[in-house]
């Protein structure tokens, strides 16, 4: 349901032809600003954006590191 309630307005990270690819190169912080922005800036506490944005880091550190060993 989620899915397909964003599915209008979200950014595609497997974009099909003609449509926005996804920023590889966005660091954590800015992703995670885009993304309280496209739910309208909910509040979270500093522990959950310390949370969400070191998970996000980790993720990305994951990826790169699979791309070198690639």
């Keep these: 349901m989620a899915s397909y309630i964003t599915s209008k307005t ?4 497997w974009p099909g032809k003609g449509e926005t690819p996804y920023n ?3 660091e954590p912080p ?3 600003e885009s ?3 496209y739910w ?6 500093a522990e ?3 949370s969400i944005t070191e998970f996000a880091d980790s993720c990305l550190k994951r990826i790169a590191r ?5």
């Design 48 to 50: 959950s954006l310390q």
């Design 66 to 70: 699979s791309k070198v060993a690639s």
């Design 35 to 37: 993304a309280l922005s």
């Design 10 to 13: 979200y950014v595609n990270p």
């Design 30 to 32: 800015a992703a995670l």
């Design 40 to 45: 309208a800036n909910p509040e979270l506490s």
């Design 24 to 26: 590889a190169a966005e």
